[in-house]
């Protein structure tokens, strides 16, 4: 499964990138506005940071709503840097932008997706990757995890190409039961990533090695 980091922080980006185990990043408006980045300028600029510091596809999303607005965007923002992919909203103008970015060769995410249906339709228009939100579902008493594996099925029943991109990823559980279903790919923040490293065991375990050694060499 590969790992994307869900932020605009730099810093952030920089450390998970330093593991040696990150495979992309994924933004968004809320996560830009986070990071107090703005102006169109300013924007795109931060984008290209991002693709400095990490060789991996970076999701940037696309603000306009309608088809023409979308598409503009979306180009410009794809000759950025040969790693952005095209992130756009799952809304009819939006398929109608994936079909037409996939037809040019350009990466999309489709973002927003809370259902099945979604996730199919997206694919059908060619979509590199679909972005269910796990952790929105589970807040409304919705399976997140249980959408991922629906839209796992369906793919598969028909070797879709588009990636499962398992996003809204809050702490480490979700990692592991995406890891457990199959999603191709998890973003999450960097807590969620740093906490699969954490075991209390391996706490007690290294501190009793540590004394142990240093009983005779200390
Ligand atoms: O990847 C989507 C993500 O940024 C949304 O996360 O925690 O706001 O639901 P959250």
Do not use: W
């Amino acid at each position: 499964m590969k790992f994307f980091i869900d932020t605009a922080n730099l810093d952030q980006i920089k450390e998970a990138e330093d593991l040696g185990i990150l495979d992309g990043v994924t933004t968004n408006p809320s996560l830009m506005a986070k990071e107090g980045i703005s102006g169109a300028n300013n924007i795109l600029q931060h984008y290209v940071n991002i693709c400095k510091i990490v060789d991996g596809p970076v999701s940037a999303e696309v603000i306009a709503t309608d088809f023409d607005g979308m598409v503009k965007e979306g180009d410009n923002l794809a000759e950025l840097h040969p790693n952005i992919v095209v992130k756009v909203p799952m809304t009819k103008d939006g398929i109608k932008a994936i079909k037409y970015f996939s037809t040019k060769g350009i990466k999309t995410n489709c973002t927003l997706i809370f259902s099945a249906g979604q996730a199919l339709i997206a694919a059908k228009a060619g979509a590199t990757y679909v972005s269910p939100f796990i952790g929105r579902l589970d807040d409304i008493s919705v399976s997140g995890v249980g959408l991922i594996e629906q839209i796992r099925l369906i793919f598969d029943n028909y070797m879709f190409d588009t990636e499962i991109l398992a996003a809204s990823v809050r702490h480490p559980m979700h990692i592991i039961e995406c890891a457990e279903i199959g999603a191709d790919v998890m973003t999450g923040p960097l807590s969620a990533i740093l906490a699969l490293i954490n075991h209390p065991l391996t706490d007690s375990g290294l501190a009793k090695f540590l004394a142990d050694y240093n009983k005779l060499n200390g």
